[in-house]
């Protein structure tokens, strides 16, 4: 059982950047590849990035590659958390945000088993 709550998500303008943080707790959470998602009002959840379990693999969506940078801190056994840097934000990008895990997955949101609540990201023009 993997435990997720992302926290960092507020009401910024167009150019800006934010910090969103997941805090993940379980006793083997080290061992689960990790992901964020986004979905806007009226459209399907969408893949933004993944890190693996060691975090030495990365991939992003290609509408926020080279804007976002996933990252992952792995200093406890059974509680890391995974953060995703929003620089260069556009309104687009507005959203809620969720982190999620999974062991057999990768970019694929049918593949995650264990989701956290969401944090709304809203970028202003």
């Known amino acids: 059982q993997v435990h997720l709550v992302e926290t960092g998500g507020g009401l910024v303008q167009a150019g800006g950047s934010l910090r969103l943080s997941c805090a993940a707790s379980g006793r083997t959470v080290s061992t689960y590849t990790m992901a964020w998602f986004r979905q806007a009002p009226g459209k399907e959840r969408e893949f933004v990035a993944v890190?693996?379990?060691?975090?030495?693999?990365?991939?992003?969506?290609g509408s926020v590659k080279g804007r976002f940078t996933i990252s992952r801190d792995n200093a406890k056994n059974t509680e890391n958390t995974v953060y995703l840097q929003m620089d260069s934000l556009k309104p687009e990008d507005t959203a809620v945000y969720h982190c999620a895990a999974t062991r057999t997955g990768w970019s694929s949101v049918d593949l995650y088993d264990y989701w956290g609540q969401g944090t709304q990201v809203t970028v202003s023009s």
């Open positions: 890190i693996s379990r060691s975090g030495g693999r990365i991939y992003y969506a």
